[in-house]
């Protein structure tokens, strides 16, 4: 059986699929898009596991999603976990087929959809977290 995926490989996919690898400044831009207090972002793993995204800044703490939600992964089906993990749910397409909500997608950039072996392998991942965290 091959290892299991890593934040690395994790990063890499959320590199790609929104072109912004190379480009920090592009990051940063997207991270401020989703959490106007800086709450978001993938540069580091503890980093992912604690973004919040709230584009409208803080005014409205109701409108906080966590965007990895402290839970028992391993014991998840696929489908529970695009349904309770904000960052699979807005990388996946819709059950009706409809495309996926995260990356927005742009002529002028690279920007792509995450594929199904790439959505496969977030879950993995998030199936090798502690849970509760920090144990």
């Known amino acids: 059986m091959a290892n299991p995926p890593t934040?690395?490989?994790v990063q890499t996919i959320l590199f790609t699929i929104t072109?912004?690898?190379?480009?920090?400044?592009?990051r940063y831009e997207i991270y401020g898009r989703h959490?106007?207090?800086?709450?978001?972002?993938w540069e580091t793993e503890p980093e992912l596991l604690a973004s919040i995204a709230n584009p409208y800044g803080g005014g409205q703490a109701s409108s906080d999603i966590q965007l990895i939600p402290d839970l028992p992964y391993a014991t998840l089906s696929d489908a529970q976990i695009t349904?309770?993990?904000?960052?699979?749910?807005?990388?996946s397409p819709g059950a009706d087929g409809s495309p996926a909500r995260m990356p927005v997608l742009s002529?002028?950039?690279a920007r792509r959809h995450a594929?199904?072996?790439e959505l496969a392998t977030?879950?993995?991942?998030?199936r090798t977290l502690s849970y509760p965290r920090g144990t």
Not at 19 to 26: G, I, L, N, R, Y
Not at 83 to 91: D, Y
Not at 122 to 126: A, G, M, N, T
Request: with cysteine; aromatic share 8%.
């Open 7 to 9: 934040f690395a490989d």
């Open 19 to 26: 072109a912004s690898q190379d480009d920090v400044q592009a």
């Open 35 to 41: 959490d106007a207090q800086g709450r978001y972002s």
């Open 83 to 91: 349904a309770q993990c904000a960052l699979v749910r807005m990388l």
């Open 107 to 109: 002529p002028a950039t």
């Open 115 to 117: 594929t199904a072996d």
């Open 122 to 126: 977030i879950r993995d991942w998030l």
